[in-house]
């Protein structure tokens, strides 16, 4: 299957791809799970490794993190040949991770190519769109009741702001565990991923064997402690950068900061309230070395990935103007982001190449 769901069944169309793509699966070697590490991927690749193993397959995680994307050489050359790729919240494009290995790709953003040889799991499209954690739910129905890792498609929906679009499997998690603590468990999670280190591997502990969410926001562990740390962390570099006021030029507000965490997004999203009428762009020069990193935001309701495609600068990679019509950005060479906001009518803001 390739391309969105149905409006009409979505559920049962997840669990019927996945179905059919584990038929072209080896059983007898492992899958490998590949996730974002925000809150939605993480708990996407536990959703699917927790119910993968308890139905008996041999299945391993890998966190894709900071500077990294599996469509690049390098990282793909670290894979191995497993037996079987998922590929979760991470995006949909054109490229093969692995060329040969089944893949499954689940995901919910903006499509920018359709794989090849791949089955593709994709909430894109649908109203209201299902995070990438709640597709990896509705298509593990495939190998029995999920019904106690519905915690966890909960902190994706949350994760990624779909908390008021109505899923009735949102209500039924927080009428069972709890609407704050899985907010809270949410909060935790996504934290590490915006440190400095943005070593993910403590949040994929915890919800890889937890039973619910108040195992992650009140029982003390090594890894709850590295979550609590990286809270602290990350809200002490957003209070720094919320200092640096923005630069307008016609529609578009700049705010150009330096810091070691990926902290653009939610600078661009608390700018976005104030600047309501204004395309919000918060750069960050310091969070991966050779590499300016931006969140792109605005109340208007204007579409940013065409707003990017529109201003997209020659030597952009795939790295630019993916995801949400209302929640995108990217990452580009000094170069290209000095070609990108001299465009934009920027041109102080130019950073040495």
């Known amino acids: 299957m390739i391309g969105a769901l149905s409006h009409d069944t979505p559920r049962e169309d997840a669990r019927a791809a996945f179905t059919a793509a584990l038929g072209g699966f080896d059983r007898e070697r492992p899958v490998l799970v590949l996730g974002h ?3 939605d991927g993480l708990s996407a690749i536990a959703i699917l490794v927790r119910a993968l193993r308890a139905a008996g ?11 990294e994307a599996p469509w690049d050489r390098p990282f793909a ?22 060329p040969g290995v089944p893949t499954i790709v689940i995901d919910h953003h903006l499509p920018t190519g359709t794989p090849p040889d791949a089955t593709t799991i994709s909430g894109n499209g649908l109203t209201p769109e299902p995070s ?21 498609a909960a902190l994706g929906l949350i994760g990624d702001m779909a908390d008021e ?10 009428a069972r565990w709890g609407k704050t603590a899985l907010r809270d468990a949410v909060s935790l999670v996504n934290a590490p991923r915006r440190t400095a280190s943005a070593d993910a591997s403590p949040a994929l502990h915890l919800l890889m064997t937890s039973d619910g969410p108040k195992a992650i926001t009140k029982q003390r562990s090594p890894e709850s402690d590295a979550l609590v740390a990286a809270k602290i962390e990350v809200r002490q570099a957003v209070e720094a950068a919320r200092r640096v006021p923005p630069t307008v030029r016609g529609d578009v507000a700049l705010i150009r900061f330096h810091a070691e965490q990926q902290i653009h997004p939610l600078i661009a999203q608390q700018w976005r309230g104030r600047l309501k009428d204004k395309i919000v762009l ?6 991966n070395p050779g590499w300016v990193h931006f969140a792109a935001r605005s109340a208007r309701g204007q579409n940013l990935v065409d707003f990017l495609a529109d ?22 060479r000094p170069a290209d982001w000095n070609a990108f906001v001299t465009a934009l009518g920027f041109p102080e803001q130019q950073v040495p190449a």
């Open 37 to 39: 590490f925000d809150a």
């Open 57 to 67: 397959w041999q299945a391993e995680p890998r966190i894709v993190g900071k500077g």
């Open 77 to 98: 050359a670290t894979l191995g040949t497993p037996a079987g790729l998922i590929v979760a919240d991470l995006g949909t494009r054109a490229e093969a991770v692995l």
């Open 132 to 152: 990438s954690a709640l597709l990896a739910w509705w298509a593990c129905a495939a190998l029995g009741d999920q019904a106690d890792l519905l915690w966890l």
């Open 165 to 174: 679009a109505g899923f009735p499997e949102l209500a039924q998690a927080q």
């Open 282 to 287: 918060a750069a960050n020069t310091g969070y």
């Open 311 to 332: 201003h997209r600068p020659p030597g952009a990679d795939s790295r630019y103007g993916n995801g949400h019509a209302q929640a995108t950005g990217g990452a580009l």
